[in-house]
């Protein structure tokens, strides 16, 4: 995030050890580690400095690194005004409306959108997003020839995949389940090439693909995914493992085979929740396990 979005705005040009770069670094390196009040403080405190030289690109660039803070802490009406703020700040300096950068924010937008529930925004601005990168993508086979790419086509495409998972969350929320699927098996394509099976991308739209075919009543193809996305996932430790396991639990459930299999599946999933802190997990786990009571053989839950 830094060196390159530094690069474009020229101060990689100046001394390693710039106080106004290091300030920028600690503020992103705070938002890294959640530690939002602290990212704002030395973030303001680097906008200052950026005001004292009139240097208006690093004034536009924290900006937009304070826009992700207040994104991130859930401050969505902080958030809209300073993203909106940073896109008109870039296109009045030359950027075009469809540059990377643009659509990132655009999404971003999108998403806030969504929270607040208007669905209306947030369906224009997700397609503007694919539309905006599948423009850019249409003339070559990007997955066909992926090592030959530049990093700008790169991320274009990383950035069509994350629109279009984004959008299948929407989909998803508004009923529309055949269409999140598309979305979803779309981004996982994606995923799979760029990122590789054992990244927690791949491995969360494995979750989304294997959820949507159990809402689909494809047993089958929902256990195979499930399954897959948790193998994995244990091999990287990944922090999502609680999820898959419920949502196991779930589909096993529904399947209505195997309620011992439903049980172990909720209950090792109510296990890591605690372990990693993950509260909805849990709560998801807690509600799985009272279900399979109601629905399953008493002796089933004799441990």
């Not at 530094?6 to 300030?23: A, C, K, V």
């Not at 997955?143 to 790169?154: F, G, N, Q, T, Y």
Request: hydrophobic share 40%.
């Amino acid at each position: 995030m830094l060196a390159g979005l530094l690069s474009l705005l020229g101060l990689q040009e100046r001394e390693p050890e710039d106080p106004l770069i290091h300030t920028i670094k600690l503020g992103i390196l705070n938002l890294q580690r959640q530690d939002f009040n602290k990212a704002e403080s030395m973030l303001h405190i680097a906008l200052k400095m950026a005001q004292e030289r009139e240097d208006r690109q690093a004034e536009t660039y924290i900006f937009d690194v304070l826009a992700n803070v207040a994104f991130e802490k859930g401050d969505y009406e902080k958030a809209e005004k300073l993203f909106v703020d940073v896109m008109k700040r870039s296109i009045a300096a030359g950027m075009p409306r469809d540059d990377n950068a643009i659509v990132e924010m655009s999404l971003k937008l999108a998403e806030i959108y969504d929270h607040r529930k208007d669905t209306k925004k947030a369906e224009q601005g997700y397609r503007f997003c694919i539309d905006a990168q599948e423009k850019k993508l249409e003339k070559k086979d990007y997955l066909a020839c992926l090592s030959e790419l530049s990093d700008v086509e790169k991320d274009t495409l990383v950035l069509w995949a994350r629109s279009t998972e984004a959008f299948g969350r929407h989909q998803l929320e508004q009923g529309r389940i055949l269409e999140a699927q598309k979305c979803f098996e779309d981004a996982l394509t994606v995923s799979k090439k760029v990122n590789g099976m054992g990244h927690e991308v791949t491995l969360s739209l494995l979750n989304d693909v294997g959820t949507v075919a159990s809402m689909l009543h494809d047993y089958d193809r929902a256990l195979k995914l499930l399954k897959e996305a948790i193998a994995l996932g244990r091999d990287i430790k990944s922090s999502n493992l609680a999820v898959f396991y419920c949502n196991l639990g779930g589909v096993l459930m529904e399947e209505g085979r195997s309620y011992a299999e439903a049980e172990d599946a909720c209950r090792e999933a109510l296990k890591l929740a605690n372990k990693t802190n993950n509260s909805e997990a849990a709560a998801r786990s807690r509600e799985c396990l009272e279900e399979l009571k109601k629905r399953a053989p008493r002796a089933v839950f004799v441990r």
